[in-house]
C-alpha cells in the first residue's frame, strides 16, 4: 500500500508531498514493525514450556554456573536444562553468557503475586469434635493458628493485600482486620453451598493471585516473590479418594477414583494470563445451583485435564488437616485436641483420650452431628447436637423416652446419655441401611415395625402437641416476619383444623414423631435382617397416627405415595374420617416443619427444597383434608 503511493506522488513530481509521505511511510513500517516484534515477542512467551521458565525462576534465583548446578537446583535433567537454555537464548531471555535479559526482567515483573484470597468460610464437618467450637483455620499447632501462619508466610515474600472469605462462626475472625490489615469477605451461603461460591464472592480480584484453604500447614513457606505461571499444588503422597494425578508432563489429569491419585493439597496460584478463563467459569458456575456442592477447583478443568500445571511437594512439608487425628498425629500438644467430648469417651470407656481412634464424620443430620470412632476395638457413634438444638429439644424429657423403651428392641439403647447437653453414645450397627421410601417392601416392613410400636401403648410423662410446638418454633424467630408471603392464612387454615382434630376419638402413646426413613433403620443379625427406630428426640404422648404424617412429609410424598402409605400402615382399611385425620396432620406437620426451618435458617443453616416442600404440605393438605371430610 504505502509503496503504490510513493509511485503516485513521485510520478506527478509534487515534491512536498513526496516528502510527507515519505515520512509517514517510514514512521508507519517503523511502528508495524515494533507490534510484529511485540506480537512474536508474545508467541515465543507463550511456546516456552512449563520447564523453560523452571530454569529461568533458577537463573534469577542463582546467577548460571553450569549446567550440572542448575540441573540440580531446578530438579531437570540436564538433557532439559541444556534444551531450555537453548530455548531461552535466541527467544531473548537469556544473553550468550546465560544470565537474564531486560525481556526476562520484565517478565519477572508482569508475573509478580500481587494479592492472596484465603478460603475459610466452611464448617469443616470432618473435624468433629473440635468444629462445634472452632473453625479450621483457627486451629492451632505449635502455638500458631493455621490462618494466622498463612498470613505470616504471605508477609514475609511482600503480599500484603490478603483477602479471606469468611461464614462459619465468621466473628472469629474479626481481629485478623486490626492485626493483619487482612479484608473479611462474608459467605452467607456458607452451610448450603461449597467453596466455589467463596471463591465467586471474590473472583474479580483474581489477578496474580494466591488462593489458599484455610486448613493447610506448612513447614516451609510455600509462597514466592516471583511466580513465572499458574499452578496447583498437590502432594507426593498417594491417596486413594484422589481422582487426579501428574503425568510426565507435569500436568494434573482425571484418573478415576478406583486408581488413587497425587493428594490434592488445593493451594493455587493463578497468573493474569489465566485467571480470566478461570474467573469467567468460576462465576458461571455459581449461579448454576447443579455446582452448589462443588469445589472451586471444578473451574479449573478443561475435561478431563487441568488447565494449569502440577506443583509437587513433599508430604512432610505440607499437611491439610481435615480430621482431629490427623491434627494429633501433626501437633499432640495442641490446644483444641481438648475436647470435652473426647474426654466423656475416655471417661465412659475408661481409657485415654488418644486411645480414641478411627474418628470419622457421619453425615450431617438435620438437627445433630454424630461422629463414629473406635475404642478398645469396638465402634460407635457419639451424637453432638447442633445449633441451636438446646431450644428445640429438652434432654430430660429425651432421657426419659429411652428410659421408657429400653430393652424392648425399638432402638440402639444407649451406652450413654447426657439429659443436659445431649451427648449420646450408642454402639455402631455393622451393614446398616435406611428404609427405601420408594420401596413397597421396605414400606411395609417400617410400617409393620410402627404399629408394632404403637400397639405397646407406651406412657411418658410428657406430651407432644404440634399446635403447641408450631407457635413455639415461631416464637423462636424473635418478631422477624416469616419469609412467605401468605403465612398468616396458612397458618390460620392451619389452626381452623383444630376443632375437628379436637372433636375425634383419639388413642394416645408414646408417639415417635420424627418417624421418618432415615430412622429406620436395617441391619443383620444372626437370624438375618432386623430393623429398629432411632432419634427419639422428639418423642412424647401423642396420637400415633402422627407418625404416618411425619413419615410423608420428610419423604416429600405426593398424594398418590402418601395415599399408598396410609393404606400400607391400615392394611388397606383406613376410613375417610381417619384418612382426612391424617391429611389434617400433615398440614400441621408441614407447617411446624416449616417454622423450624425458618428458625434454622437464621442459624445460617438452610435446607434447600425440603422447607419450601413443607410449606406447600401445610397449604396443599388444608385443602386435601377439607375436601376428604365433604
Not at 385 to 404: M, S, W
Not at 421 to 426: F, S, V
Not at 481 to 489: F, I, L, R
Request: glycine letters at 4%; one cysteine or more.
Amino acid at each position: 500500500m504505502y509503496y503504490h503511493l510513493w509511485a503516485i506522488i513521485k510520478e506527478k513530481n509534487k515534491t512536498f508531498l513526496f516528502v510527507i509521505a515519505y515520512f509517514f511511510v517510514t514512521v508507519f513500517t517503523k511502528m508495524e514493525k515494533q507490534d510484529f516484534m511485540k506480537s512474536n515477542d508474545k508467541k515465543k512467551h507463550e511456546q516456552l514450556t512449563k520447564q523453560d521458565l523452571d530454569i529461568l525462576y533458577f537463573l534469577y534465583k542463582e546467577p548460571f554456573t553450569n549446567q550440572r548446578t542448575l540441573s540440580e537446583n531446578s530438579g531437570h535433567s540436564l538433557g532439559i536444562v541444556n534444551k531450555s537454555i537453548n530455548m531461552l537464548i535466541p527467544a531473548g531471555y537469556l544473553n550468550e553468557n546465560a544470565e537474564l535479559t531486560q525481556k526476562s526482567n520484565k517478565l519477572f515483573s508482569t508475573c509478580k503475586p500481587k494479592n492472596a484470597i484465603i478460603l475459610a468460610a466452611g464448617f469443616g464437618m470432618r473435624m468433629v469434635p473440635i468444629n462445634m467450637s472452632t473453625p479450621k483455620g483457627l486451629l492451632e499447632v505449635y502455638g500458631e493458628p493455621l490462618i494466622e501462619r498463612q498470613i505470616r508466610q504471605l508477609h514475609e515474600v511482600g503480599i500484603k493485600d490478603i483477602t479471606v472469605v469468611v461464614g462459619f462462626m465468621k466473628e472469629s475472625f474479626e481481629y485478623l482486620i486490626d492485626e493483619y490489615g487482612v479484608d473479611l469477605v462474608v459467605n452467607a451461603d456458607y452451610a448450603a453451598k461449597n467453596n466455589l461460591s467463596s471463591l465467586a464472592l471474590v473472583a474479580d480480584r483474581i489477578s496474580n493471585t494466591y488462593i489458599i484453604p484455610s486448613d493447610i500447614w506448612c513447614d516451609k513457606n510455600p509462597f514466592d516473590t516471583h511466580e513465572l505461571y499458574s499452578w496447583y499444588m498437590v502432594s507426593d503422597l498417594v491417596d486413594n479418594d484422589s481422582d487426579i494425578r501428574v503425568n510426565r508432563k507435569m500436568e494434573l489429569v482425571k484418573v478415576g477414583n478406583s486408581s488413587g491419585g497425587n493428594a490434592m493439597v488445593g493451594i493455587t496460584y493463578l497468573s493474569h494470563e489465566d485467571a480470566p478463563d478461570i474467573v469467567a467459569r468460576v462465576k458461571e458456575y455459581a449461579k448454576d445451583p447443579a455446582y452448589d456442592s462443588k469445589f472451586w477447583e471444578t473451574a479449573l478443568y478443561n475435561g478431563d485435564k487441568m488447565a494449569i500445571s502440577a506443583k509437587v511437594v513433599h508430604s512432610y512439608e505440607i499437611v491439610e488437616i481435615n480430621t482431629y487425628e490427623q491434627l494429633r498425629e501433626l501437633d499432640d500438644e495442641s490446644n483444641h485436641l481438648k475436647s470435652d467430648a473426647i474426654d466423656v469417651i475416655a471417661k465412659v470407656f475408661d481409657t485415654t483420650p488418644d486411645e480414641v481412634v478411627d474418628i470419622s464424620v457421619l453425615k450431617k443430620g438435620m438437627t445433630n452431628r454424630s461422629f463414629l470412632f473406635s475404642v478398645k476395638g469396638e465402634r460407635y457413634i457419639m451424637r453432638i447436637p447442633g445449633e441451636g438444638t438446646d431450644q428445640l429439644i429438652n434432654r430430660v424429657e429425651e432421657a426419659e423416652v429411652f428410659k421408657t423403651i429400653s430393652g424392648l428392641g425399638l432402638c440402639d439403647d444407649p451406652v450413654y446419655i447426657n439429659p443436659e447437653n445431649g451427648y449420646k453414645i450408642t454402639k455402631f450397627l455393622e451393614g446398616i441401611r435406611c428404609c427405601d421410601s420408594d420401596s413397597i417392601s421396605d414400606l411395609e416392613r417400617s410400617m409393620e415395625k410402627l404399629r408394632q410400636f404403637h400397639s405397646m401403648r407406651l406412657t411418658v410423662p410428657h406430651t407432644f402437641d404440634v399446635f403447641e410446638t408450631i407457635k413455639y418454633y415461631e416464637s423462636l424467630w424473635e418478631g422477624r416476619p416469616s419469609m412467605y408471603k401468605d403465612y398468616e392464612k396458612t397458618k390460620e387454615n392451619v389452626f381452623s383444623l383444630k376443632p375437628f382434630i379436637d372433636s375425634l376419638d383419639k388413642d394416645f402413646c408414646l408417639t415417635h414423631i420424627d418417624a421418618v426413613p432415615d430412622n429406620f433403620l436395617f441391619y443383620h443379625t444372626e437370624a438375618g435382617e432386623s430393623i429398629q427406630l432411632t432419634d427419639w428426640e422428639y418423642a412424647g404422648m401423642a396420637d400415633p397416627h402422627t407418625d404416618i404424617a411425619m413419615f410423608c412429609v420428610y419423604s416429600m410424598y405426593n398424594k398418590e405415595q402418601v395415599d399408598r402409605l396410609i393404606d400400607i400402615y391400615f392394611k388397606n382399611k383406613c376410613d375417610k374420617t381417619t384418612r382426612a385425620k391424617i391429611y389434617a396432620y400433615i398440614a400441621m406437620c408441614g407447617l411446624l416443619w416449616s417454622n423450624w426451618c425458618e428458625f434454622k435458617a437464621h442459624l445460617g443453616v438452610e435446607f434447600g427444597e425440603y422447607s419450601l416442600r413443607q410449606y406447600r404440605f401445610a397449604k396443599e393438605y388444608y385443602n386435601y383434608c377439607l375436601a376428604e371430610r365433604e
